[in-house]
């Protein structure tokens, strides 16, 4: 565990924040360099990164206050706002931060599937480095493991448990490149946000078989029971987005075109 990356007098930075703050940095880096993909000017795109950051969080915390310890915040309802103590859940944060999002570019008259697939190539690097700070804070650990591959986190004492931190890093990496790679070849408007949805999800659902979480019924977890949902969601809107997107021919050439000589 390394959860104070450096202490200068009375800052202390954390490690988790940081990498939090770092996630954020490279959507705004990509929006900004990747602007006119959108039709949008470089400056303009700060807009919606502060949106998904703002409802991001927003909707992290409330998942966690909704799904893991409601009767605590019940009964002490201003510890919501310590977010120093940590509860932050990517499936809130994604959900509430794309219906931000989603509800400005329609005010705005931007492309919410063409703006849709740009962040399907960017949400997985934020949640990268967002799981590096997790490792590194050592939360988010898995279930204990005798395999080579478990880590002893010095809170816990010598007894080792798998990275589920670090698994979810290759999950996220994973599907950067997946869509890095698929993006030049999409066939219609939104097909990369669907394909990220989908993949994120069934990865997340098989990971956390790994995690220390609560489980409904024994069986599942509230995350688990999320993935199945927005999977559900993705595959139900995959045909009819296919049909109302599909792009022309030669669109879908000049994009790859414009991808090799990029």
């Known amino acids: 565990m390394y959860p104070v990356l450096l202490e200068l007098g009375p800052i202390t930075v954390h490690s988790y924040g940081f990498m939090i703050a770092m996630g954020f940095v490279a959507v705004i880096l990509g929006l900004r360099r990747r602007a006119h993909e959108i039709n949008m000017e470089p400056n303009e795109t700060l807009d919606i990164a502060l949106l998904a950051m703002i409802f991001g969080i927003i909707g992290a915390r409330l998942y966690y206050v909704l799904v893991y310890d409601f009767s605590h915040y019940v009964k002490n309802p201003l510890d919501v706002f310590a977010l120093n103590q940590g509860g932050l859940v990517f499936h809130g944060g994604l959900i509430l931060g794309t219906i931000a999002v989603i509800i400005y570019l329609k005010a705005k008259k931007v492309s919410v599937v063409e703006t849709a697939d740009l962040a399907a190539l960017l949400i997985p690097v934020a949640y990268a480095f967002g799981r590096v700070g997790c490792f590194l804070n050592g939360c988010c650990h898995g279930i204990e493991t005798d395999s080579f591959i478990g880590v ?7 007894t080792a448990y798998h990275p589920a931190q670090l698994y979810s890093v290759v999950l996220g990496l994973g599907i950067y490149g997946f869509i890095l790679w698929q993006r030049p070849r999409r066939t219609f408007g939104g ?41 559900g969601i ?20 000049e994009e790859i075109d414009e991808s090799s000589t990029a």
């Open 191 to 231: 097909q990369a946000f669907l394909s990220y949805l989908i993949i994120y999800n069934a990865g997340r659902f098989f990971i956390e078989f790994l995690r220390v979480n609560p489980t409904y019924f024994g069986l599942v977890t509230g995350a688990q029971i999320t993935s199945i949902i927005l999977i």
């Open 152 to 158: 002893s986190f010095t809170e816990f004492g010598t």
């Open 234 to 253: 993705a595959c139900g809107l995959y045909p009819f987005i296919r049909r109302k997107f599909a792009y022309e021919e030669d669109e879908a050439v």
